[in-house]
């Protein structure tokens, strides 16, 4: 992904379900009400956690200016390389990361409560439907590198294999790190002995999976592989800190934080809407100056 498509964003960045989990607070500290046991029943719904909220509204945050970034180097006002510039590209991995991160933590505080796939499958409605509205406004001012695989449609693919994966225990950080060193795998093997399948895994059919020698020429491409590694690591780290550092995850948060953990819950309409009105503006900014 270069730019358009970041929400790292889901997961979803994005509002997904978070829980309680039972935890014991040292006796200065104030107690926490006992959450319903993990696992005891189907729930549609699930409490959320402030601090993993507030991680993800940071991460909305973020991303909001290095769009707004972009978009000024897209119109002329302030040109950059957000292609090869390493100052641009590490951001937004660490960006998409961050997003991802927070998706699989979600992730593990609703399974912890053991939340509906109901309810699990309308919030993937959600973010599989903005994905195409991503995919067709894109196309309408990129047609020719428009999204057709970013951070949306990698996350409506991630969430279902972490939420099936999610019993894994401790066996998803191996997976994790599997995930992150596929792609670099796949690539020398494509490369060099399996050389004759390039083309298909390089082609639109398959590209989506990570495993390529060329990436495709598009504004936004977060493929399975290796970002699933990513969520599958929140996810784990998720379940850990549940396990032995609750504390860290109910820690009171200042008021200054509120806005936030606003962010936070709200990250995939944030998402679908600041890049609009980012560009609305200065469209209206450059027709007021007569560009």
Known sequence: MDTKGLALHGADPFRLSETHAA??????????????SPRA???TEAARIEAVDALRGLAMVWMTVFHFCFDLSHFGYWPQDFRADPFWTVQRTAIVSLFLFCAGLGQALAWSQNVAWARFWRRWGQIAFCALLVSAGSYLMFPNSFIHFGVLHGMAVMLVIVRGTAGWGAGLWLAGAVALAAPWLGAWLLAGPAAAWAPAFNGGALNWLGVVTRKPFTEDYVPVLPWLG???????AGQWALRHRAGWLYAGLP????????LGR???SYYMLHQPVLIGTLLAVGWLAGR
């Open 266 to 268: 709200w990250s995939l």
């Open 23 to 36: 935890m014991a607070l040292s006796p200065a500290s104030s107690p926490v009400p006992p959450p319903p």
């Open 255 to 262: 008021r200054v934080m509120r806005p936030l953990v606003l």
């Open 41 to 43: 029943g189907a729930r």
């Open 230 to 236: 990513v969520m599958w690591w929140g996810m784990a």
